[in-house]
């Protein structure tokens, strides 16, 4: 368990600073390899509760799937987006077996308020009239669903990551279709790997809440 994690910060370190430097080769190798350590992470620790443990797997796979397409020497932006939309899901089906709703819950809606004003009204009017508009509105709609149901666990590091993870998407579909920026791929790739990790941490044995 401590390994995979380790192999994880150490792998998220080196991607990022790829990312900083320009260094797609070794974002091609760093990025990926901290999916499959926290998928070793995921598939070994004891969680709570155990039955989560197929959905957070499967929720880490599609996102390494994910990951993949949208690699810059890939950019399969449908395929990445279609990936993780499954994962989302497969992310709603683990946190719905961990419900516990609370003042948690709220807060998770308040932030999902500030996300849709921040990231989803320029986005959405940005992509009208786009072949695009469909997979990236059920996306954001399935996000939503992501955000609500992670709060609702009572947990407040699944809610967290499910926030950062949002944070992070709400960035990518900004920096596409809204105003390209090159300085925001640091912050993309740092907020979706706490949030994943977050997400991860959260249902461990022992983790707060659980």
């Not at 407040?156 to 499910?162: D, E, S, T």
Request: glycine residues 12%; aromatic residues 8%.
């Amino acid at each position: 368990m401590i390994a995979w994690a380790l192999l994880a910060a150490f792998a998220a370190g080196t991607d990022w600073m790829a990312v900083r430097t320009g260094r797609s080769r070794v974002e091609g190798v760093a990025k990926p390899a901290v999916m499959v350590a926290l998928i070793g992470l995921a598939a070994t620790a004891d969680l709570e509760p155990a039955s989560v443990r197929p959905w957070i797997v499967a929720a880490l796979v599609f996102g390494l799937v994910g990951d993949l397409a949208l690699l810059p020497q890939v950019d399969r932006f449908i395929v990445g987006l279609g990936s993780f939309l499954v994962g989302h899901l497969a992310y709603v089906v683990a946190f719905g077996l961990t419900w516990d709703p609370g003042p948690l819950l709220a807060a998770g809606a308040a932030g999902l308020v500030l996300l849709l004003a921040w990231f989803g009204r320029p986005i959405e009017r940005s992509i009208r009239g786009s072949s695009l508009r469909v997979p990236v509105l059920a996306y954001v709609a399935v996000t939503c669903v992501v955000i609500v149901a992670g709060s609702g666990t009572g947990r407040w590091v699944i809610a967290a990551g499910a926030l950062a993870f949002a944070l992070s998407d709400g960035l990518l579909g900004s920096d596409r279709f809204v105003s390209p920026r090159p300085d925001r791929r640091v912050w993309i790739h740092v907020l979706y790997h706490v949030g994943q990790a977050a997400i991860v941490t959260g249902v461990l044995a022992g983790a707060p809440g659980s």
